[in-house]
């Protein structure tokens, strides 16, 4: 714990870091951030103006930056990049890669080809998407998100009942509709024009970061822009390094950061996965006197009922085993989460037994 405090105090964290960003990253010490946000160039290559009906100019993305060149070169420098995305995530971290359809399935592919593991493909449906002015394909109303693990055995953070409560209680799905970003929070040049042709809304980066990364967590972003993604973990109590290699948008940033206030401690608090809750073995409760030897279990109809043993284990008939793998054998199923399936009789009638075991976590955490 002393060790990776130290390394976390060596650490540019929430700094912009001005520069290429292989460059960058190369300067960064290995496994030293818990969540990478990408949002490369997607490399247009634009075929002319546009322009509205009225001949009015659409302000597209035609800066210098993103004109990487042919796919051979973009893929070159994909590969760059994440190659030392690689090498600077923990064991146990994530990438987040946005992009459109002209970027985003070349990544993806290389993504695998590199090692990551991919765990979904978010579609961000805008809200309030620009036409398609020449009318000749379908108005391009979302966008794509991977999420990804370091490896395939990794177990990166991922906070299940958050997502469900800011849901309202239903299971957050892998479709988002929010609107790209406008008004106040569209940061302008001098002459009133958009700063950058991509900025992305906050709102985005603060369902990326609420879902995969917890309080304190660093969080790096080598496409860093006008810095949508140090604000939202700004605010969501997270640490942040951004990578920039343009100064007008480092400075847009840095003013942006500056009038934000920092996240206040318990205001980041968030509902807890049961995961996330320490581990409590059967037969625990058992030497808690929370049950005892020979007290009898009943599924939730009350029609199958099993034996409490001395050791945590259960026996129904001739089957015996722990919570689960009997509660599996009377129903001949797969699986089966005992915790839930078994109950016990009270006043009140059934109740399932993960009641007894939260009540030792609570005892825990007292």
Known sequence: MVREQAVRTELPVDQILEGECVAAMKRLPDACVDLVFADPPYNLQLGGELTRPDNSRVDGVDAE???????????????AWLEQVRRVLKPNGAIWVIGSYHNIFRVGGI???????????????????????????????????????KTKDARPTFNYAAMKALNDGVQMRSDWTLPICTGAER???????????????EALLHRVLLSTTSPGDIVLDPFFGTGATGAAA?????????????????????????????????????????????????????????????????????????????DGSIIAG????????????????????????????GKAGLTPIDALREKVRAEMRA
């Open 65 to 79: 930056w993103d004109q990487i060149g042919g796919f051979d070169d973009y893929d070159l420098f994909t590969w």
């Open 111 to 149: 993504l695998q080809d590199a090692g990551f593991w991919i765990l979904n493909d978010i579609i961000w449906r805008k809200s309030n998407p620009m036409p398609n002015f020449k009318g000749t394909r379908f108005t391009n109303a979302h966008e794509t998100l991977i999420w990804a693990a």
């Open 234 to 310: 700004k605010r969501l109590g997270r640490r942040y390094i951004g990578i920039e290699r343009d100064p007008g948008y480092v400075r847009l940033a840095r003013d942006r950061l500056a009038a934000i206030s920092a996240a206040r401690p318990g205001s980041i608090d968030v509902t807890q996965s049961k995961r996330a809750e320490p581990r409590i073995p059967f037969g625990n409760l058992v030497e808690a006197g929370l049950l005892r030897p020979g007290d009898t279990l009943y599924c939730p109809n009350g029609k199958r009922t099993a034996r409490v043993r001395a």
């Open 187 to 201: 940061l302008k040049d001098a002459e009133g024009r958009k700063a950058h042709p991509t900025q992305k809304p």
């Open 318 to 345: 001739g089957e015996a085993g722990s919570i689960h793998q009997v509660g599996a054998r009377v129903q001949q199923a797969p699986a089966c989460n005992g915790w839930t399936f078994w109950h016990i009789r």
